[in-house]
């Protein structure tokens, strides 16, 4: 079956760095997803990456292992506002997303 | 975990003619089900908001005489694209949401990928 995985919570503080891991077995890869999305709103792209690597933007960076079947979330000098759930998600072979649960991010001060 | 589908994962129809995409929870009864429009690479545009039993609620500047949503049943949301025009051709994600206790999780489904030729 097809299977991801992720942190279901995380805790960090203000001004820090937090790394969001995802672990996914999928039928096929056409890339990954990361989505932010905030209480009530809707997912908010953050990043595709279908290469293996680190991809940085801005504040955010993704990285992606396709031999491992793992990729990370890294957000830096974290801020109130980046309390939010993190939702990785796979492209399969037939361009269906598949979606993990969602880690739920908390920042304290 | 829980569990959203979508049928069918592909469509291909001619212009003019209304597509139905049927979106399902398959483990869990959904007290409100989501649909969304991707493009490439974007945020999802969150279309529509549906209770069960009650009228959607469609967000600014979507067509609810167009895009018709029947949320009949607890485990089952319709969205009908009626004459399908090659501009509505789109990714379509429609999500879940169960309340349990305190939480409220949203599950997604796996899309519909609609081409309007």
């Known amino acids: 079956g097809q299977n991801i995985d992720q942190p279901t919570e995380m805790t960090a503080t203000e001004g820090a760095i937090v790394q969001i891991n995802c672990t996914y077995q999928?039928?096929?890869?056409?890339?990954l997803f990361w989505y932010q999305q905030h209480a009530g709103e809707a997912p908010t792209f953050l990043s595709y990456?279908?290469l293996d690597g680190l991809e940085e933007k801005g504040r955010f960076s993704s990285f992606l292992s396709r031999s491992k079947g793992y990729s990370y979330l890294l957000l830096k000098e974290l801020q109130m506002k980046d309390s939010a759930s993190y939702l990785c998600a796979v492209m399969d072979s037939n361009y269906q997303l598949i979606w993990g649960a969602g880690t739920k991010l908390i920042i304290k001060p | 975990g829980a569990v959203v589908s979508q049928h069918p994962s592909w469509v291909i129809c001619k212009s003019g003619t209304s597509v139905k995409i049927e979106c399902r929870s398959l483990?869990?009864?959904?007290?409100?089900m989501f649909w969304y429009r991707q493009f490439p690479k974007q945020s999802l545009m969150l279309m529509a908001t549906s209770n069960e039993g009650s009228k959607a609620t469609y967000e600014q500047g979507v067509e609810k005489d167009k895009f018709l949503i029947n949320h009949a049943s607890l485990t089952l949301s319709t969205l009908t694209v009626t004459s399908a025009h090659p501009e509505d051709s789109s990714f379509y994600i429609c999500?879940?949401?169960?309340?349990?206790?305190?939480?409220?999780?949203?599950?997604f489904g796996p899309g519909t990928r609609l081409l309007v030729l």
């Open positions: 999928t039928s096929g890869f056409n890339g």
């Open positions: 999500s879940a949401r169960t309340s349990a206790g305190e939480s409220e999780t949203q599950y």
């Open positions: 483990d869990f009864q959904a007290t409100t």
């Open positions: 990456n279908v």
